[in-house]
């Protein structure tokens, strides 16, 4: 590919840029990424206040890219003082047994790491720019509405977005994580799925008596964090749920709805009170404090929990997704070898185009069945209402 292949990257979040970025650093001097949000962008999977960085998977292959990603946190001046090795206990109740199972055989010892991922982001989309790489956000300017097509080959030459400007470009990655498959037709490979996260404020000596707590992931329960600075401790709950629409392209697939697109809304009364149960049975003295920050974050998954890295057959656009897999940053060198046609044989069957194809996946961790958002109670203008309740008193 030549170093000035106009490249066009779909999406400004962890992935998206750290291909912009790799690829800058590669000498590619024509990249545009487009986003609704500056980066980091607030809507992708990877903003938060924290994301654990791991190499417990009892797939060899997410080991590997684990370790290899720890030890970037670990050296590169780019991520200097955004990571915390804090202790880890990763359990299951039921279903996701086999995981955390296959986990300890597939690595004895392994460490995790909660790492700043969002300033981690930031820093790398800002070192991006410097080697040129050009940044266009804003909802009608960064949102993509559609791909253009040519009409003979239908092979993918670019993307309009909501203000109508056609950005044409040589190569095309999706990196849009969730709404992918909203925007692009992947056959069913990719569903988009959220989960729920809830902060609550602590107060200083709270602080202190959880700061030295480990990560705590129950595979059917969710997540519970330390204390991040300011005393805000974060939990998830790790049942999924689904938002199945029909697009304007006629695609009908789950699409993300988030408290930022619609900050009248909140967490269905469900989830919440499921959140609260599963604190009680480990932080019973936290169960009742107010959550002071809600959201549903939205991942795109497959169902055999491998990588969508590879162009598509009939559009040839790349599509560059994390489909629930979290392994850092610096394992994002695949798409750029991909492109170059350097990356591993292996890797490439393992993350190839495989619609059609039934799953053969076994001992996977999230094994509960999703949650039809539409089906949950509450949650629609639940912000509203319940500030104008506090207003009121």
């Known amino acids: 590919m030549d170093k000035d292949t106009r490249i066009l990257i779909v999406g400004a979040g962890c992935f998206g840029t750290s291909t912009a970025y790799h690829l800058s650093q590669r000498g590619y001097t024509s990249i545009r990424v487009l986003d609704p949000y500056a980066s980091p962008s607030c809507e992708a999977a990877s903003t938060d206040i924290s994301k654990v960085i791991r190499s417990d998977y009892n797939e060899p292959l997410y080991a590997r890219l684990g370790i290899e990603s720890i030890e970037a946190w670990r050296s590169w001046p780019l991520f200097r003082g955004l990571y915390h090795v804090p202790r880890w206990i990763l359990s299951a109740a039921n279903l996701s047994r086999p995981f955390v199972e296959g986990s300890i055989e597939t690595w004895m010892g392994g460490i995790s790491m909660c790492g700043t991922q969002r300033l981690a982001i930031e820093r790398m989309a800002g070192a991006a720019q410097l080697n040129g790489v050009n940044y266009i956000s804003g909802k009608a300017k960064g949102h993509v509405q559609e791909l253009i097509l040519d009409d003979i080959t239908d092979e993918c030459e670019g993307v309009i977005t909501t203000d109508g400007t056609r950005h044409e470009a040589d190569v095309v990655i999706v990196a849009a994580g969730a709404w992918t498959p909203s925007l692009l037709d992947v056959k069913g490979q990719l569903t988009a799925k959220g989960y729920s996260v809830a902060h609550i404020q602590l107060t200083p000596s709270e602080t202190k008596h959880y700061a030295s707590m480990p990560i705590m992931d129950n595979l059917e329960l969710g997540y519970f964090f330390p204390p991040q600075e300011g005393g805000i401790f974060k939990m998830t709950h790790s049942q999924f749920i689904t938002n199945i629409q029909t697009t304007k392209s006629g695609i009908t697939t789950s699409v993300p709805h988030t408290f930022v697109q619609a900050p009248d809304d909140g967490l269905p009364l469900e989830i919440e009170a499921q959140m609260r149960r599963n604190l009680r049975r480990v932080f019973p003295e936290l169960a009742n404090k ?64 495989r619609a059609g194809q039934k799953s053969t996946a076994k001992d996977l961790a999230h094994l509960d069945p999703e949650m039809e958002l539409s089906d949950l109670t509450g949650w629609k203008g639940r912000q509203t209402r319940e500030r104008s309740y506090a207003s009121n008193l």
């Open 290 to 353: 107010p959550f002071c920050y809600t959201r549903l974050c939205w991942d795109a998954e497959t169902a055999d929990r491998h990588f969508l890295v590879t162009p598509h057959p009939t559009h040839k656009v790349s599509s560059w997704q994390p489909v629930a897999q979290h392994t850092g940053l610096s394992s994002f060198l695949s798409l750029e070898n991909l492109l170059e046609g350097t990356l591993d044989p292996e890797i490439v069957s393992q993350w190839q185009w």
